[in-house]
C-alpha cells in the first residue's frame, strides 16, 4: 500500500501568513494527489485535485504543486475561515485510495 | 444544488450488522460513480461504484464483510456492514466521484457507527 505522510503535522499561523503544508507518498504516485480542507463537526472538502488543478469554487489562495513523491498545499495570505484540518489523498493506487494523516492549521 | 444525506449509522454490537444510506439530490445521480469513506481518526476509504453499479471494489480491511450497493431510481447509495467490529467504529461520509474514481468532489455530513458491546 502506499503510504502518505503529511507535515508539519500542526501550525500555528497568523491570518495573513503564507502557510506551507507537505505530503510525501512512499512511492512516485504521477500527479494523482489531492488536497481537502475540513473543519470540525463537518465533512471534507476538495480544494485541489491532479496535484495542481484548483476545484471550482475553491479561491485562488489555494496552489499545490509537485510530481512524484513530494507535493505542497500553499495558502498564499491565511484567512479566518481556512483555519481547519487538511488532508492530502493519493489515487495512484485507483481504485484504492488512500489519505494522509492530515496537518491542523491553527490560529497563533 | 448537490446533496447528500447519510443515515442508518448507530450503536451496534460486534458481530451484527447495519446497513447505511445516502440519499442523493441536486444531480443526475445514475451518471456518478460514489464512494463510503470512515473516519476514526483520520481518514480512510471504503469502497467504490461505479454510476451503473457494475464496477465495485473494497478496502482490504472491509472486503467480504461490507457491501457496497445502489439504486438509481430512487437514488440512493448503499452500505450493508456485516460481522462488525470495534475498529469499524467511525464517521461514515458518502461522497461523489469527481471522475474516473479518483477524486471525491461532493461529502455527505456523516453518520456516525459504534460499535460496542
Known amino acids: 500500500d502506499i503510504q502518505m505522510t503529511q507535515s508539519p503535522s500542526s501550525v500555528s499561523a497568523s491570518a495573513g501568513d503564507r502557510v506551507t503544508i507537505t505530503c510525501r507518498a512512499s512511492?512516485?504516485?504521477?500527479?494523482?494527489l489531492a488536497w481537502y480542507q475540513q473543519k470540525p463537526g463537518k465533512a471534507p472538502k476538495l480544494l485541489i485535485y491532479?496535484?495542481?488543478s484548483l476545484q471550482s469554487g475553491v479561491p485562488s489562495r489555494f496552489s499545490g504543486s509537485g510530481s512524484g513523491t513530494d507535493f505542497t498545499l500553499t495558502i498564499s495570505s491565511l484567512q479566518p475561515e481556512d483555519f481547519a484540518t487538511y488532508y492530502c489523498?493519493?489515487?495512484?493506487?485507483?481504485?484504492?485510495?488512500?489519505f494522509g494523516g492530515g496537518t491542523k492549521v491553527e490560529i497563533k | 444544488q448537490v446533496q447528500l444525506v447519510e443515515s442508518g449509522g448507530g450503536v451496534v454490537q460486534p458481530g451484527r450488522s447495519l446497513r447505511l444510506s445516502c440519499a442523493a439530490s441536486?444531480?443526475?445521480?445514475?451518471?456518478?460513480?460514489m464512494h463510503w469513506v470512515r473516519q476514526a481518526q483520520g481518514l480512510e476509504w471504503v469502497a467504490i461504484i461505479r454510476?451503473?453499479?457494475?464496477?465495485?471494489n473494497y478496502a482490504d480491511s472491509v472486503k467480504g464483510r461490507f457491501t457496497i450497493s445502489r439504486d438509481n431510481s430512487k437514488n440512493t447509495l448503499y452500505l450493508e456492514m456485516n460481522s462488525l467490529r470495534v475498529e469499524d467504529t467511525a464517521v461514515y461520509y458518502c461522497?461523489?466521484?469527481?471522475?474516473?474514481?479518483?477524486?471525491?468532489?461532493?461529502w455527505g455530513q456523516g453518520t456516525l457507527v459504534t460499535v460496542s458491546s
Open positions: 441536486g444531480f443526475t445521480f445514475s451518471t456518478y460513480g
Open positions: 491532479a496535484a495542481s
Open positions: 489523498q493519493q489515487a495512484n493506487s485507483f481504485p484504492r485510495l488512500t
Open positions: 454510476s451503473d453499479g457494475s464496477n465495485i
Open positions: 461522497a461523489r466521484d469527481l471522475g474516473k474514481g479518483r477524486w471525491l468532489d461532493y
Open positions: 512511492q512516485g504516485i504521477g500527479r494523482w
